[in-house]
């Protein structure tokens, strides 16, 4: 790996990091409103996953969406406009912090409905199977998610249909204040997997390279006609599930425990030990993603609202 | 009399069924340790334990269906959706079992359940988290629909729902869960599902309305009450089955209707109103009916200026009183 692309996943996580510290307190100020659901401890997660991804590769998720829309190619601008609701957001103040999506950069989304995005990439994935492009799709949930009938419905049929498909299960413990084996007749999710003779692996979330070499083996097996693969990725959510979660079904110990293996901190401290980086230019690096955010911040802010007929636009496709 | 939030009301009545019959529970995600999203069930896994206050996983479909099954047990079971938005993974479980258990059954078969569901916008919830889905249910007949507008009622209706033999589906105004506040007697009451309740008498014209609405249709009442038109306001409570009686009586009296919901317009409750009006009491109309909804799109977008487009306020139900006084 070039030193170009070490430092480019750096970015990006530093990258997401800022941009949700912002948010969280945009949010605190009453500019952003709903519901926030922050990635700060799972940067390295999707990060990893996409880094390996062709153009071709699609990617879906579910509402914990703003550090995969940044990963996917958003820009911090339209990703920050999004979340107050402007204009200038990637899907123009009519989706929010849950339905971020762009389709041009083959990121289909930001889904708030646990789990029923599951058989939507299968769909997407029959697409690619159908019309033999190399594509696969990519398709994130969390432990929570897999508790639902749509994703044995789903994963059950990828199998049969050998749709080129790419499950990862974000496994952070917790569906929102339940934790995995509270809600879980496995805790090793990818077990499940097992169940429809999907093969399985894990990776330590934690830790980007990882991630990334688990994420690219998968893509490649897929990719040449192998079928479905399942991949449950071991992380933590360092914050609540979403702003203002009380947090009485875990311990502050526990939190910490796992912030002491910050997935960034970790990535940092990798760099300049293998001799990838001095620490110079990481801070040079980590300036420059501070301006980074804080331009998508003011642009943001500065953005217009969208405009009153936006509210009855797109209802249907009007021309074909 | 205490002053309590809708809300509270809501925690107050699951409490005190669950105390009168240990046949009464609760299923839902994270209802137990966490005490629900909006916090309704608070203090109850600590009090009943969790055998009477069950985590679920995370599957909509199974928290209804189950909840099916223990009621043909024998069983209460009180379902809690987090949001109404996520009923719909439940959907055929209401309208395929839950709704025609007892008439395929000859009534040999009961499913004596509440599923309740914070339904509305208002909140900055977005696509997902906004909607109201009465409309989808109050066109199945074996299903009971409620929408409570005060804690009084709330707390009444809510007790009456847990005790109904047959299933019912408890919409709650969440915008309303802490704004809404109104007093509630200590002690034992209930409100019977299928009456409406005239909340204001008025002369000039009829507001028909239901839950979040009808609180903001009473401000608007104020405001134009003002400006000397007498408003009455009639809070429907129970969607199914409805009170013609009560409906059709205020539009005799005051010659004029409206009917205002948050869901949109087509399709929407409305329309089975104004029907039941034009059937039963177009002789005493003096006025168009008229309706005040939604906007007819598929969801209520995020952005701020947008969600208020979307959402009805006193101010524009004020309008639409005013205008139908006018004619
Ligand atoms: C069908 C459905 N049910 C419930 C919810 C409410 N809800 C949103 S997130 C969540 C927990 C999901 O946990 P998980 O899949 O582990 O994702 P995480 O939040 O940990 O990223 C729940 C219950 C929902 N959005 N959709
Ligand atoms: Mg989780």
């Not at chain 2, 408003?231 to 005051?254: A, F, G, N, Q, W």
Request: proline share 5%.
């Amino acid at each position: 790996m070039e030193k170009k692309e070490y430092l480019d996943l750096y970015h990006q996580m530093v990258a997401i990091r800022r941009m949700e510290e912002r948010a969280a307190e945009l949010y605190q100020q009453g500019k952003i409103g709903g519901f926030l659901h922050l990635y700060i401890g799972q940067e390295a997660v999707s990060t990893g996953l996409i880094a390996p991804r062709t153009p071709d590769d699609r990617v879906i998720t579910a509402y914990r969406d703003h550090g995969v829309a940044y990963n996917c190619g958003l820009s911090a601008r339209e990703i920050i406009a999004e979340l107050l609701g402007k204009a200038t957001g990637c899907s123009k103040g009519k989706g929010g912090s849950m339905h971020m999506a762009d389709v041009k950069k083959n990121y289909w989304g930001g889904h708030a409905i646990v789990g029923a995005h599951l058989p939507l990439a299968a769909g997407l994935a029959l697409g690619d199977l159908y019309s033999k492009t190399p594509g696969v799709t990519i398709c994130m949930f969390g432990d929570g998610a897999t508790n639902i009938g749509y994703f044995h419905e789903a994963l059950n049929l990828s199998k049969v249909w050998n749709l080129p498909v790419l499950w990862v299960c974000e496994n952070n413990q917790y569906g929102m204040g339940t934790a995995v084996d509270r809600a879980s007749a496995v805790s090793d999710i990818r077990k499940k997997a097992d169940g429809y003779a999907i093969l399985n692996d894990e990776v330590d979330g934690m830790d980007v390279l990882a991630v990334k070499e688990a994420s690219a083996k998968m893509l490649e097996e897929i990719r040449a006609g192998g079928g479905p693969r399942f991949l449950e990725i071991n992380t933590y959510r360092f914050r609540g599930h979403s702003m203002g979660d009380p947090e009485r079904y875990r311990k502050a110990d526990e939190v910490h425990r796992y912030q002491e293996n910050d997935p960034i901190g970790m990535f940092r401290k990798y760099l300049i030990a293998a001799g990838i980086a001095s620490e110079e230019e990481i801070v040079k690096l980590e300036d420059v993603i501070e301006e980074e955010v804080r331009d998508a911040v003011e642009f943001a802010e500065n953005s217009p609202e969208p405009a009153p007929e936006e509210l009855y636009t797109n209802v249907y496709f009007e021309t074909y | 009399m205490a002053e309590i939030t809708m809300i509270e009301a809501i925690r107050q009545a699951m409490d005190e069924e669950l105390a009168r019959d240990e046949n009464v529970f609760i299923v839902g995600e994270d209802v137990g340790q966490r005490g629900g999203v909006f916090r309704a069930t608070v203090g109850l896994f600590d009090k009943y334990g969790g055998e009477r206050v069950i985590d679920s996983p995370l599957a909509e479909a199974s928290i209804v269906g189950v909840g099916i099954g223990a009621a043909l047990y024998g069983m209460r079971p009180i379902c809690e959706i987090q949001f109404a938005d996520f009923i719909h993974p439940a959907f055929n479980q209401i309208i395929n079992e839950a709704a025609k258990m007892c008439y395929r059954s000859n009534g040999d078969w009961t499913v004596p359940m509440v599923i309740r569901a914070p339904y509305g916008g208002g909140i900055g919830g977005g696509l997902y988290h906004s909607q109201s889905l009465e409309a989808l249910f109050t066109h199945t007949p074996g299903l009971k629909v409620v929408v409570p507008s005060s804690p009084y009622d709330a707390k009444g209706l809510l007790k009456s729902a847990v005790r109904d033999p047959n299933p019912v589906l408890y919409f709650e105004p969440k915008k309303g869960y802490r704004l809404i506040k109104g007093e509630v007697p200590e002690g034992e009451y209930t409100v019977p599902i299928g009456p409406a309740n005239v909340t204001r008498a008025g002369s000039d014209l009829t507001v028909f309305s239901y839950g979040m609405m009808h609180y903001y249709t009473l401000q608007a009442a104020e405001a134009v009450a003002k400006e000397g038109i007498d408003v009455e306001v009639v809070d429907l409570r129970t969607l199914y089955p409805v009170d013609r009686e009560t409906i059709l009586k205020s539009v005799s009296k005051t010659g004029k209707a409206l009917i205002v919901h948050e869901d949109n317009l087509t399709g929407g409750y409305g329309g089975e109103i104004a029907a039941i009006i034009a059937e039963g009491a177009f002789s005493d109309l003096d006025a168009p009916v008229r309706r005040l909804a939604g906007p007819d799109v598929p969801a209520v977008p995020f952005s701020h200026p947008m969600q208020d487009w979307f959402m009805l306020n006193p101010a524009k139900i004020a309008e639409a009183i005013r205008q139908l006084a006018r004619y």
